[in-house]
Nanobody, 114 residues
Framework: VQLQASGGGLVQAGGSLRLSCAAS????????MSWYRQAPGKERDLVAR???????NYADSVKDRFSISRDNAKNTVYLQMNSLKPEDTAVYYC?????????WGQGTQVTVSS
């Protein structure tokens, strides 16, 4: 299984970005797909996740600003990020769980300037 994250970049505060995570296999085979982020010197934290049934969860810090979605036909999960803040600056990783094993993508850098 390979996960390819893309879509990061430099954006001004208040701007938007959409991250993509393309899987090498059907995303329906995963029980959960998630986005995490890790800022310099900090732990990797959960940002958002979507379970196979479609339910979603978000970190409190991104609720009402970020939205996770998936396109089963394209085997891709997205993270739409709106109203970005400088504190959203981090490397964003996508993750997929299958049979209690977590697969990870390579990460994409998001930098929000003030």
């Amino acid at each position: 299984v390979q996960l390819q994250a893309s879509g990061g970049g430099l954006v001004q505060a208040g701007g938007s970005l959409r991250l993509s995570c393309a899987a090498s296999t059907s995303i329906l085979s995963f029980t959960v797909m998630s986005w995490y982020r890790q800022a310099p010197g900090k732990e990797r934290d959960l940002v958002a996740r979507v379970v196979r049934g479609g339910a979603t969860n978000y970190a409190d810090s991104v609720k009402d600003r970020f939205s996770i979605s998936r396109d089963n036909a394209k085997n891709t999960v997205y993270l739409q990020m709106n109203s970005l803040k400088p504190e959203d600056t981090a490397v964003y990783y996508c993750s997929a769980r299958k049979s209690l094993f977590d697969y990870w993508g390579q990460g994409t850098q998001v930098t929000v300037s003030s």
